[in-house]
Nanobody, 124 residues
Framework: QVNLVESGGGLVQVGGSLRLSCAAS????????MGWFRQAPGKERECVAA????????YHADSVKGRFTISRDNAKNTVFLQMNSLKPEDSAVYYC?????????????????WGQGTQVTVSS
């Protein structure tokens, strides 16, 4: 099991930026693919971005492509989500999650370890 703790959420105006961080502890971080998911009230949890174990392969949902960037620092056991040009529809609780495999994907069912989430609110 890997323990995940997100940080960096908050209230931001439309067009602003936030950088989410997810610190991992437990099993070797570099053996996990990682994902960022979000869930807005009344909506299903969706994958926003994912990254493989080395950082060489990334996925970004169409709704955030060009605005959000996922990255990781295996030396610091941390995965990041840089969010730029934020929109009100980006408001949600953001979760990081670990997949016990080297390759990443956007299927929620494949991620077994989850953080507690961090709230992102974009005001218009």
């Amino acid at each position: 099991q890997v323990n995940l703790v997100e940080s960096g959420g908050g209230l931001v105006q439309v067009g602003g930026s936030l950088r989410l961080s997810c610190a991992a502890s437990g099993r070797p971080f570099s053996s996990y693919a990682m994902g960022w998911f979000r869930q807005a009230p009344g909506k299903e949890r969706e994958c926003v971005a994912a990254i493989n174990w080395s950082g060489s392969t990334t996925y970004h949902a169409d709704s955030v492509k060009g605005r959000f960037t996922i990255s990781r620092d295996n030396a610091k056991n941390t995965v990041f989500l840089q969010m730029n040009s934020l929109k009100p529809e980006d408001s949600a609780v953001y979760y990081c999650a670990a997949k016990r495999a080297y390759s990443s994907d956007y299927y929620l069912r494949d991620y077994v370890d989850w953080g507690q989430g961090t709230q992102v609110t974009v005001s218009s």
